[in-house]
């Protein structure tokens, strides 16, 4: 994937939210502001942001991160009234209640592009997705460049999105001109993307806004069926993979539902006699594991069963942590999907193929 891209001399700078410094961050919005690639903090994942207003910016984008040219960027403004200039609001009414209760935040919204965003963001289409995140450090870049800033997150296409400077540095060193650490995302998973477009809420992907919160914001809203895959209720070995095999480890996954003992139980069975297999569970999980007599470093838990924040901001990196063992199978417990759990829920089931068993 190399060629695609220069090989560049990425600058690494630790950047703390608390206190930011002025003089990178300017530094920062300079790269920006002369079309290069700068990858910054957001409180869901790390973003690798360009100018959103230039083609050839948004270009390097997908270069640098191997990604299919047909899958759309999130452009970042850091004001409210910056939508307005980037979008076509068709229904006010429905864009500002969202909007004074998520707003800075991790919600993203889909609505009629306007035609100073280039189709180069939208993957040609006519629609565009802007967020106006939380993150100290994002809403002074989005600032200092006084621009939208295009910005997917900041992995090679493929793999778990970043929530720690560390997995940037892995995967983008020497692709991005810049890496802004400031430390540990808040949320751990991408933004809740919603599409406005006709005046009703449509929910293509979960995220700390959680799908609870949008019906009582406003009302009934739609949840596209890829959000929950093709699970459905008492299947047995269900569907396998389609195509997409986002988020992925390099080893297979497989998630595991049923009742509590009969999955650590289960567990158990995988590990016995075996170096290879991986386990992905709640902490109740592994000390139950332990106490059978079953530890190691290819047993990891996500958190505590009902922590599911815990478990939303760890999951990622522990997808991560597989790819570094020497795993040929790894089996995980299928998270609850309720509030930010569908989000979490979402990306394993991406991340198994939708390679899910009910024991
Ligand atoms: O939390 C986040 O959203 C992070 C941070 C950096 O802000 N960004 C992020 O971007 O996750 P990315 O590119 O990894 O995910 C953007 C998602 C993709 O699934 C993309 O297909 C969808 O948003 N998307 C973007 N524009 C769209 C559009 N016009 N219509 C439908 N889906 C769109
Ligand atoms: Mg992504």
Redesign the pocket.
């Known amino acids: 994937m190399h060629n695609e891209t220069d090989i560049k001399k990425t600058i690494i700078v630790k950047v703390d939210p608390e206190n930011i410094d002025g003089e990178i961050m300017e530094n920062a919005a300079g790269i920006i502001k002369r079309g290069g690639l700068v990858a910054f903090p957001?409180e869901?994942?790390?973003?690798?942001?360009a100018n959103a207003l230039d083609s050839g910016a948004a270009e390097k984008i997908y270069a640098a991160k191997g990604?299919p040219q047909d899958?759309?960027?999130?452009v970042?403004v850091a004001d409210l009234g910056d939508f307005e200039k980037y979008c076509i609001i068709e229904n006010k009414e429905l864009f500002y209640k969202l909007a004074s209760r998520f707003m800075p935040g991790?919600l993203?919204i889909?609505q009629k592009?306007s035609p100073v965003i280039p189709y180069s963001v939208?993957?040609g289409?006519e629609?565009?997705?802007i967020?106006f995140?939380a993150n100290k450090i994002?809403r002074r870049l989005i600032e200092l460049s006084s621009l939208p800033i295009a910005?997917?997150?900041?992995?090679l296409s493929g793999k778990p999105?970043p929530t720690l400077a560390s997995h940037v540095v892995d995967d983008l060193d020497g692709r991005a001109d810049m890496i802004i650490d400031g430390g540990p995302c808040t949320y751990g998973?991408?933004?809740t993307?919603i599409?406005i477009v006709g005046g009703n809420v449509r929910l293509?992907?979960p995220?700390a806004v959680t799908a609870e919160q949008l019906g009582e914001a406003c009302g009934n809203i739609y949840i596209d069926p890829a959000v929950r895959g093709m699970l459905k209720d008492n299947e047995r070995p269900l569907a396998p993979g389609m195509k997409y095999r986002h988020y992925a480890p390099k080893a297979p996954v497989t998630a595991v539902g049923g009742n509590d003992a009969e999955i650590v139980q289960f567990f158990a069975d995988k590990l016995s006699g075996r170096a290879d297999t991986g386990i992905l569970c709640y902490d109740e999980d592994k000390e139950a594991l332990n106490d059978m007599g079953f530890s190691g470093e290819n047993i990891i838990s996500f958190g505590k069963k009902d922590e599911l924040r815990e478990q939303a901001k760890s999951l990622f990196d522990c997808l991560r942590h597989f790819d570094r063992l020497p795993v040929k199978s790894i089996y995980t417990r299928i998270p609850s999907d309720e509030g930010i759990g569908l989000a979490v829920f979402n990306r394993l089931l991406k991340a198994c193929g939708f390679n899910m068993i009910n024991i």
């Open positions: 957001t869901t994942v790390y973003g690798l942001g990604r899958n759309p960027l999130i970042h991790p993203t889909i592009k939208t993957a289409l629609t565009v997705a967020r995140p994002a910005a997917p997150s900041a992995n999105s998973l991408e933004s993307v599409s293509l992907r995220g």
